[in-house]
């Protein structure tokens, strides 16, 4: 059910590795827990960011959820395209509404994350 090719933290992101650069977004439970999803609040390119810092938000018709980093490194950057249209987040969440690039501290915190069997247990 979950994408075999990515991380996932407890939080409910995800990550995509890809040549030292993480690619984060919010799993497909995450987005079926909060509904609608009308807004999201994206961290700055250039930003240093710290391993499970919280980032930026998404709000939805039911509630307004923090997005916490699954890594640490600086923000080189943010899907701009969902300041449009918040609910592609609904529509593919582990695809098209990724939320931001990270390049990566340590390549090591990786290993800290979940992989899909993993959360797939967490998530029920």
């Known amino acids: 059910m979950y994408p075999t090719n990515l991380r996932y933290t407890k939080d ?3 990550i995509l590795v890809e040549g030292g ?4 977004g919010i799993t497909d439970f995450a ?3 909060l509904g609608d999803i009308v807004y999201v609040e994206l961290p700055a390119v250039g930003r240093t ?3 499970h810092e919280v980032v930026g938000t998404i709000e939805s018709v039911k509630a307004v959820s923090e997005i916490y980093s699954p890594v640490s490194g600086e923000v080189v950057e943010v899907n701009a395209g969902l300041n449009d249209a918040p609910d592609v987040v609904n529509k593919d969440p582990h695809g098209a509404a990724w939320l931001f690039k990270v390049r990566l ?3 090591g915190e990786l290993s800290g994350l979940l992989d899909a069997a993993a959360y797939g247990e967490l998530a029920k």
């Open 12 to 14: 409910h992101e995800w």
């Open 21 to 24: 650069t993480g690619t984060v």
């Open 31 to 33: 987005q079926s827990q």
């Open 49 to 51: 960011i710290v391993q």
């Open 105 to 107: 501290a340590n390549a």
